[in-house]
């Protein structure tokens, strides 16, 4: 099999896995309707997409055009990897920081302290990006065939 034929292979595994994620999710929806309350779902995930296409979108589409061209190519990679992934942490720790979901009268709900747990877990994001960043300008300049080119 081709290089071409295993990346489509895969693609197609990772797709059928994702549909059958969704029909899944969607089952238990419909199976346990009484429990998960369809309707405060759709409001959800209806929510989210307007969030996606309004907020993160264009906030993401302003980054990469004002701020990636101004960065040099080894540094490049290693700015969006690290935007990417503070983005998902920052959005999938709103629920938590937030404390929706917090109830007085359990204290066990949402017991920690998320925002500062988010606040250290950016940190050590933005110290491996900084420190892959470090370490792919020292491969340039040491695999450099002459001395000074091709330095960021």
Not at 19 to 48: Q, T
Not at 126 to 133: D, G, L, P, R, S
Not at 138 to 144: F, Q
Request: net charge positive; with cysteine.
């Amino acid at each position: 099999m081709t290089r071409v034929g295993k990346a489509d292979a895969a693609r197609g595994v990772l797709i059928a896995l994702g549909v059958g994620a969704m029909a899944w999710g969607l089952r238990g929806i419909v199976v346990e309707a009484d429990r998960v309350h369809p309707l405060s779902f759709g409001k959800w995930f209806v929510g989210a997409l307007v969030a996606h296409d309004f907020v993160i979108a264009p906030i993401v589409f302003i980054l990469a055009a004002f701020v990636l061209p101004r960065v040099r190519p080894p540094y490049r990679a290693c700015l969006q990897s690290g935007l990417i992934v503070s983005g998902v942490l920052v959005l999938v720790s709103i629920p938590f920081v937030g404390g929706y979901g917090r109830r007085a009268d359990n204290a066990s709900t949402l017991p920690l302290d998320y925002g500062r747990n988010l606040v250290v877990l950016l940190t050590v994001v933005w110290v491996v990006t900084f420190a892959v960043a470090a370490a792919r300008v020292l491969y340039v300049r040491r695999t450099s065939p002459i001395a000074g080119r091709n330095r960021p």
